[in-house]
């Protein structure tokens, strides 16, 4: 089992030099977190990359955050592993006009619901994903974001049978 | 999944409400002939948007909102969100503190794997079996609101300790409890390597390996009993958990009986582990002394920065992901619960199995509709 702060160096020295121009602000926060921020184009690369040769086969979760000042989506990735405690937050800018990111459900299979998910709350549109409909939210929300900034219906439309 | 149905297959939905399930989900499922062609899960119908709600509630009020995210595993959600709430500040909770935590978190997991073997053995068929580890489990819950002064929903932890000490009389009263507890558990894990209609029905049934089982993502029982030895108690540790002795409990098998063995074992692990906190644990203060803010503070500002702390929920794998802006209040709170990719594994679990194991198989998952529809 690897895990001290050497390795967690060299996962990272091992993306950047297998992708020098997609890979920037790489970060280690501590021996069991890293960060880095990816190309958007290259993003299943990335992630098979990741799976295939650092062990990083387990997807923790796959999110999105809106940063309405900078208008940009970040697209989250927490990947972790099996084998080792290490956890990469990989992150990816979208543009808040038009978010677009390749899916990369080949590469983790269950990226399927959260990437559904983050679509549904946050509009981003994943490319090539098997079947990208809402999950959680009633037909009626789909295109109101509900969890980007601007939103304003919270709480009256989303809570209106209830008060 | 293709809801047009050939000549001798048929479409069955199963729920929203329904009796054999955990929470209102639906499971369409097409069928032909008794055998389960395809299937999908449709969720949304107690979604809550705790997500939502966390971003418009300061940190404090945040806690009994996280509870609500899955009243099983109330504590391990409180952990994981006060934990990283701690992360970000830069609190590290006294040492008493974390071996409280460490024992009312080893409670919620008793009780949690007692009400999801009552609720498996409903399924199956098993009513009355689902009353005996109701009663068991009742003590469980007396320990734990003796501590915590409620039964489910318990809002103790706080950011660097918890609310209250262990009450008088705790360490007896457990010592009583679990001679229960194990004399239970006993009887009923004879009764279930003896009974032939039990082996018959979760013996080699719903089998997942230990390949398939980390390509879908499950983490937790449904993982380790694959073979799996993985458990972020273990593996990204956290607490006092490097402290105390334990050992992953696994099964190879990977079906619904391996996945119950999984759950009993745990019951066995997590009372041991109680046990010696109990004998370890330190005199002392409940909260570090420079405190950066008063402990029931309602107003803290939280510095600038992001984290992801996970722990070990007793479903499998629980993590926070928490952004902060240097205001009172997070700025985006993502929650990773353990379920939601279980629930995800369903459909490719129960291909090509009977009609009559699907509840079966999704009862021995133990899944938590609440915790997957946040």
């Known amino acids: 089992m690897i895990g001290d702060i050497m390795d967690a160096e060299k996962i990272i020295d091992s993306l950047t030099s297998k992708f020098p121009e997609a890979i920037s602000d790489t970060n280690t926060e501590s021996e069991r977190r890293i960060s880095a921020y990816a190309d958007a184009d290259n993003i299943v690369e990335i992630c098979q990359y990741l799976k295939d040769e650092l062990q990083f086969g387990h997807l923790c979760s796959e999110t999105a955050v809106d940063l309405i000042q900078k208008n940009e989506i970040d697209v989250v990735y927490h990947i972790g592993s099996y084998d080792h405690p290490v956890v990469l937050t990989l992150k990816a800018k979208l543009s808040r006009d038009k978010p677009q990111i390749e899916s ?3 590469v983790y299979w269950n990226a399927n619901w959260y990437e559904r998910e983050t679509y549904e709350l946050f509009g981003v549109q994943y490319k090539n994903h098997p079947d990208l409909r809402n999950l959680v939210l009633p037909d009626e929300l789909l295109g109101d974001w509900p969890l980007r900034k601007d939103y304003e219906g919270f709480p009256q439309n989303t809570a209106k049978n209830l008060v | 999944m293709d809801t047009n149905v050939g000549p001798d297959e048929m479409l069955i939905h199963l729920g929203p409400q329904h009796v054999a399930q955990p929470g209102p989900f639906r499971l369409n499922v097409k069928v032909k002939g008794e055998t389960v062609q395809d299937s999908e899960v449709e969720l949304g119908f107690i979604h809550k948007g705790i997500e939502k709600i966390l971003e418009s ?36 909770p006294t040492e008493r503190s974390q071996y409280i935590r460490v024992i009312v978190e080893e409670l919620s997991r008793i009780q949690s794997h ?18 005996y580890p109701i009663a068991v489990r009742e003590k469980v819950l007396e320990l734990l609101e003796m501590t915590t002064g409620a039964r489910i929903t318990h809002s103790y932890l706080r950011f660097g300790g918890v609310r209250d000490d262990l009450p008088e009389g705790f360490e007896a009263k457990c010592k009583e409890t679990f001679e229960y507890v194990r004399k239970g558990v006993e009887e009923w894990g004879e009764l ?3 009974d032939m209609i039990y082996r018959e029905r979760a013996v080699g049934i719903g089998v997942l390996t230990p390949d398939v089982a980390s390509d879908l993502g499950v983490s937790g029982p449904p993982l380790r009993a694959t073979g799996v030895d993985f458990d972020i108690r273990k593996d990204d540790s956290y607490l006092v958990y490097d402290d105390l002795d334990f050992k992953v409990c696994t099964e190879t098998a990977g079906d619904i009986d391996a996945r119950i063995w999984v759950r009993i074992a745990e019951i066995y692990e997590s009372m041991y582990i109680i046990e010696q906190a109990l004998d370890q644990i330190p005199s002392g203060p409940l909260f570090p002394e420079n405190l950066p803010y008063d402990r029931r503070s309602p107003v803290m500002r939280v510095p600038e920065g992001e984290v992801f702390y996970r722990v070990e929920d007793p479903r499998g794998e629980m993590g926070f992901y928490m952004v902060s802006d240097g205001s009172d209040k997070p700025y985006r709170v993502k929650i990773r619960g353990p379920v939601y990719p279980t629930m995800q594994a369903l459909p490719p679990l129960i291909k090509g199995t009977q009609l009559a194991d699907v509840v079966a198989i999704a009862g021995s998952m133990d899944a938590c509709t609440s915790e997957a529809d946040r």
């Open chain 1, 104 to 106: 990369v459900v080949p």
């Open chain 2, 57 to 92: 509630k300061t940190y404090l009020q945040g806690i009994p909102v996280v509870d609500r995210a899955c009243y099983l595993a109330a504590l391990s959600n409180e952990e994981a969100f006060v934990g990283s709430v701690e992360r970000l500040v830069g609190i590290e």
């Open chain 2, 114 to 131: 007692l009400l999801g073997y009552a609720e498996y053995a409903s399924f199956l068929g098993f009513v009355s079996m689902f009353m």
């Open chain 2, 192 to 194: 279930m390597k003896t």
